[in-house]
Every structure is written in structure tokens, then in C-alpha cells.
């Protein structure tokens, strides 16, 4: 698959704390360059990039980076960021329900999400990395029952990020019309290959959009 193919399913990503204008302001320009499926912003920026980036898909998260909010906060979140022009919806689920054993209440979260979208593509974070592999089988099962549109690995602000073992996992325990979104530890264009190959649809990253400035760059060197 050719870098520029791949791109088209990368959510351009940038959610650092400190990110300032002129960074997610540069982070658009590169989507729209490369023309990847969507940046991925923090929500305080979401309303400035729809009036600056019209034609642009945005996408946002909620709940992030910890999931511990409650359920009606995370709702809240996604019925904001929907009135502020956001396209795509990530939710980090409430990895302590997880751990209890909590799967109906987490699948209810999910679902008053999925009603405050109003529609808007809704990905939910299980965050692997913290799971077990029962953990992460019966997560399959919730966010296949949810109606949500995406089951996504892992938010990169904790102890690891997508593996081929979870994309595998995952493409197996999932219902078939339930896309996967890797997000974290993809640090080539061999890596996203890879995952793409093993069922996942989306990639969230934003070295790869790096990695294709490198290469331009090289081979303008080159041609000097």
C-alpha cells in the first residue's frame, strides 16, 4: 500500500495539554496537504478549526484521558463538541466498571454517548494496554452491542499503545460492522501497513504525517 493510500486513513492526532494555536493550526494544513481522514484535536479547539478549516473533518475526544468521568459529563462533552462543529466523537470508557466487572453499566455509558452524538461518528477507547485478554473479549462484545461506530485501542497517554495481538484480537471478538481504530505505537509506515491488513480501518497518529514530510524531503535532496 503506497504512504499516500495509507494516509487516507489516518486521523491526523494532536492532543498534547499544551498545544497552542499555531500547532493545531499547522496540524490542519498537513491534513488537508496529505488528506487524511480527520485531525483529532482537543475539544476547546474544535468550534475555532470548523469556522477556520470549513471543508475539514474533526474529530474530538471526550472523557479523556482517564474515563473516569461520569456518565452524563461524557455526554455532556459529546452534545458540546457535536455544537461546536465536531464530526467524530472518541470516548475513553470508564476503565474502572471494566475492571469490576461493570459491562452493562459501561455499555449504557456508551449508549447515552452514542444518543448525544446526534448521529456523529462515535469511537470508544478501551484502553488494551490496562486490560486483560478476557477484559478485552468482553469489551468487544459491549462496543459491538453499543451501536457505536469504531472500537478504538488505546488513547497514548497510558502504558502502551496498539498491537498487532489486539487488531488480531479484536477483528475476531468484534461484530463485523464494527470498525477498529488503532491509535498509539505506530511508528511506521510498515507498522500502520500491518495493522491495516489485520482489520483495522482508521490509524491515529501523527508521525506518519512526519514521516511523509522526511521522505519529501529527502527526495527533493535528491533531485537538487
Known amino acids: 500500500m503506497k504512504p499516500e493510500e495509507i494516509l487516507r486513513r489516518v486521523d491526523h492526532t494532536l492532543l498534547s495539554p499544551q498545544a497552542g494555536w499555531e500547532e493545531i493550526a499547522a496540524l490542519c494544513d ?45 455526554a455532556f462533552e459529546a452534545e458540546d463538541a457535536v455544537r461546536c462543529g465536531a464530526d467524530e466523537i472518541d470516548m475513553v470508557v470508564n476503565l474502572g466498571w471494566v475492571k469490576d466487572g461493570l459491562y452493562d453499566r459501561v455499555l449504557q455509558e456508551i ?14 477507547i478501551i484502553e488494551t494496554c490496562l486490560l486483560t485478554e478476557e477484559e478485552k ?37 468484534c461484530a463485523p ?31 506518519l504525517v512526519r514521516l511523509m514530510r522526511e521522505m519529501e524531503g529527502r527526495e527533493q535532496d535528491a533531485a537538487q
Open 30 to 74: 498537513e491534513a488537508i496537504r496529505y488528506r487524511t481522514a480527520s485531525v483529532c484535536i482537543p475539544p476547546s479547539y474544535v468550534a475555532r478549526v470548523r469556522e477556520a478549516y470549513p471543508a475539514l473533518t474533526v474529530c474530538t475526544v471526550i472523557g479523556f484521558p482517564n474515563g473516569y468521568s461520569t456518565a452524563a459529563v461524557k
Open 111 to 124: 449508549r447515552e454517548v452514542r444518543r448525544a452524538c446526534a448521529g456523529r461518528v462515535l469511537k470508544v
Open 137 to 173: 473479549i468482553r469489551m468487544c462484545g459491549v462496543v459491538s452491542e453499543s451501536g457505536a461506530d469504531f472500537i478504538k485501542t488505546s488513547t497514548g497517554f497510558s502504558t502502551g499503545g496498539a498491537t498487532a495481538d489486539d487488531i488480531r484480537l479484536m477483528r475476531a471478538h
Open 177 to 207: 460492522g464494527l470498525q477498529i481504530k488503532a491509535a498509539g505505537g505506530i511508528r511506521s509506515f510498515a507498522d500502520a501497513e500491518e495493522f491495516l491488513a489485520l482489520g483495522a480501518s482508521r490509524l491515529g497518529t501523527s508521525r
